[in-house]
Structures are given as structure tokens and as C-alpha cells.
């Protein structure tokens, strides 16, 4: 195929655009207000199996079906004048084999008809068909759950009686510990009694939540279980308006990535775990529920350097008995991405040798943003 060759003489700002995008991995390409190319970087090229002036006598639609969500979606940032962001977007036309992409489109600043669109092709969307595909199998937790919520909630009720007892007789530094460690049985207790009743179809009773307040909250809990010390950096946008959610589900999904992160992290000199949040506009995303779709979501990130999954497990990471632990667990990611997507976000995660990061998209509460 014949490729691209070296950007005619142009505009000095012309010249920085076409080397930025030519810089590129992604594939990667410009196209005006009738949805005619302007330019398309080298990976481009490749995805649509075209050379540059051959694409530039193109437009969008030839390449694409007239149904095609991307279309849709750049002529949205047209109209709307701003960024999208969306998850899980089939390309298909006569060059282009049929499969999921995250797709983002922006509007040039100075020609806001021109619309700038990036592609990448992320296990994201393959995650979620693998969801899909679990639940109609029938794979659910639910019967396991509530075996599980009636073995533990005893054993709870003499944790809880211990730590009021100690409570009574500590000095007040471990006094806190103790009103801790009651607060911590009571919300784990209502999480398995929820459980106990849980058919599946039931809806979440939700309503706004700090998520930095549930971010902190957690941080305390993990540092008084692990004995090693863990450095902590916080990369909050504190702007940010409440999220959508439940308070207790939400404890406990950052719960369970974030000890993921530090039994990562027990052989590691230098063990640090990133919290990071932001805000998203534009990311429409599909999950298992059906066509729920985040207009605006909240971003919590938790990062650590950690040595990594193994990559034989990632596929399969959000399924029971999952583990690179060796020690029959296997249940705290399973549970984590099914209450996210039983209050409508979606959860993805990736990892590299020295670096494993797990994303959470949570729907932000729309009436504090109105």
C-alpha cells in the first residue's frame, strides 16, 4: 500500500498540526464540515487501507455505513462544539473489518467544522461483550453470595461485641481504632444482608455520594490492615460534584481494588498507590444492564507499582476464583465489577510489569449539575 509521503509545504501551523498527528500511533485523521478528509496520520492510512490523497478525495461516509455511530458522534461535536469521548463503537465499511473502538472527536479551535478523530482499539469493549456474555450463561454471585452473607454475619455480630468491649476500656488513640472496626462491621453487615435478598433484578436505591470522602474513608481502613508502609499520592480534582451511587457499594468496590493494589505491593520496596480523579464529558458507555450511557462521568483511577498481572490472567480477571494470589481467593474483583455495573458504571483495568491501574466511570449526580 502506497504511503503518505512528507506534507507538502503549508502554514507554519499547519505544518506543527500534520507532524503532531504524523507522530501519532493511533490512527488518527481530519475532516471538515462535509465530513471530507483534510488529513489522515500514517496509522490512518493503514486503518482505512488508503493513502493520504486518496483518502483526501474521500469523505467519511464512503469509508463508513450512513448509520454509522461515529458519524453520529462527529456530527454531535459539531454541533454541540465540544470533545466526546465514547466507549465501545463498531467501525465497519468495505476496507475495514468489523470491531469495537474507543473513539474520541474534538472540534478544531479555530475551525470548529473541522473535527479532529482519534481511534483505539482497547480491551475495554471486549471486556464488557465478555460480561454480557457471562450473564447470559447464567453466571451470577448471587446464590454464592448469600451463603457466604448467612456463614459470616455471625461471626460479625462477636467482632463487633469484642471491639465495643474494647472500646469501653482503651485509651482514645485505640479508641478510634475500635469505633473503626463497629463502623466496619455494621456496613458490611447491611452489604451481606443485602446479599442475603439479592434476586438480581432488584434496583439500587441511589443518590449522591462524595466519592473523595469514600476514597479517604478506605484509605484509613488500609492503612491500619497492612503492616508495611504503602506511600499514598492523592491527585484529586476537588470540583468535582457528587456521584450517582450507593455509599456502601461504593466503600466497597474501592475497597477491594485498593487492597488488590497493596497485596500487590508486599514484596515491593517503594510501594506506592496513586488515587487519581477527573471528570470525563462525552463517555457513552454500554454495559451489561442494557444501554446505560454516561453523558458525564467521574474518573477514579487507583494506580500501583506493583509487578503486574500476569498477563495469562487479565482475560479472565473479573471472574471467581481469579487469582494470582495462590490462596483460594478470587472473589473481591468478581464482586467489585458487579456492584459497579448494578449502579451504572463500568470498571477497567490495565497492567504492565511496574504498573497496574484500575479505572472506575461512575455517573455523576446530574441534579447537582443542572
Not at 459497579?340 to 491501574?357: K, L, N, P
Amino acid at each position: 500500500m502506497a504511503r503518505r509521503k512528507d506534507p507538502q509545504p503549508a502554514k507554519e501551523s499547519e505544518i506543527n498540526l500534520a507532524s503532531l498527528l504524523s507522530a501519532l500511533a493511533k490512527p488518527t485523521f481530519v475532516i471538515n464540515h462535509d465530513n471530507r478528509f483534510l488529513y489522515a496520520n500514517p496509522a490512518a492510512e493503514d486503518f482505512f487501507n488508503l493513502s493520504g490523497p486518496l483518502l483526501q478525495r474521500r469523505r467519511l461516509e464512503d469509508l463508513l455505513s450512513p448509520d454509522s455511530p461515529l458519524i453520529a458522534l462527529v456530527q454531535q461535536a459539531r454541533a454541540e462544539a465540544a470533545g466526546f469521548y465514547e466507549h465501545d463503537v463498531e467501525l465497519a465499511g468495505p476496507r475495514i473489518l468489523a470491531r469495537a473502538f474507543a473513539v474520541e472527536v474534538a472540534p478544531l479551535p479555530e475551525q470548529p467544522q473541522s473535527i479532529v478523530v482519534c481511534l483505539e482499539e482497547r480491551g475495554l469493549a471486549r471486556r464488557l461483550e465478555q460480561q454480557a456474555i457471562r450473564r447470559s450463561r447464567g453466571f451470577s454471585m448471587t446464590a454464592l453470595s448469600g451463603m457466604l452473607a448467612h456463614e459470616v454475619k455471625n461471626p460479625l455480630a462477636g467482632i463487633r461485641g469484642a471491639a465495643q468491649l474494647l472500646e469501653a476500656s482503651v485509651d482514645s488513640k485505640d479508641k478510634a481504632l475500635a469505633q473503626l472496626i463497629c463502623e466496619e462491621c455494621d456496613r458490611i453487615t447491611a452489604l451481606l444482608e443485602r446479599m442475603e435478598s439479592f434476586t438480581g433484578e432488584g434496583p439500587i436505591k441511589l443518590g449522591p455520594v462524595n466519592i473523595h470522602e469514600v476514597v479517604s474513608y478506605v484509605r484509613r481502613l488500609i492503612v491500619n490492615e497492612f503492616a508495611y508502609p504503602i506511600a499514598f499520592i492523592e491527585d484529586y480534582d476537588p470540583s468535582l460534584p457528587n456521584v450517582l451511587g450507593q455509599r456502601d457499594l461504593l466503600i466497597q468496590i474501592v475497597l477491594n481494588l485498593m487492597k488488590n493494589a497493596a497485596e500487590a505491593l508486599s514484596d515491593t520496596g517503594g510501594a506506592q498507590i496513586t488515587l487519581r480523579t477527573r471528570y470525563r464529558h462525552g463517555s457513552r458507555l454500554s454495559t451489561a444492564r442494557g444501554a446505560s450511557q454516561l453523558e458525564r462521568a467521574l474518573v477514579l483511577e487507583i494506580e500501583d507499582n506493583g509487578p503486574g498481572i500476569p498477563e495469562e490472567l487479565r482475560a479472565h480477571l473479573f471472574e471467581p476464583f481469579v487469582s494470582s494470589k495462590g490462596r483460594g481467593r478470587g472473589f473481591g474483583l468478581p464482586l467489585a465489577a458487579k456492584l459497579v455495573d448494578d449502579q451504572g458504571g463500568v470498571i477497567d483495568f490495565e497492567s504492565e510489569a511496574g504498573h497496574t491501574v484500575f479505572r472506575l466511570l461512575l455517573p455523576l449526580c446530574e441534579e447537582e449539575l443542572s
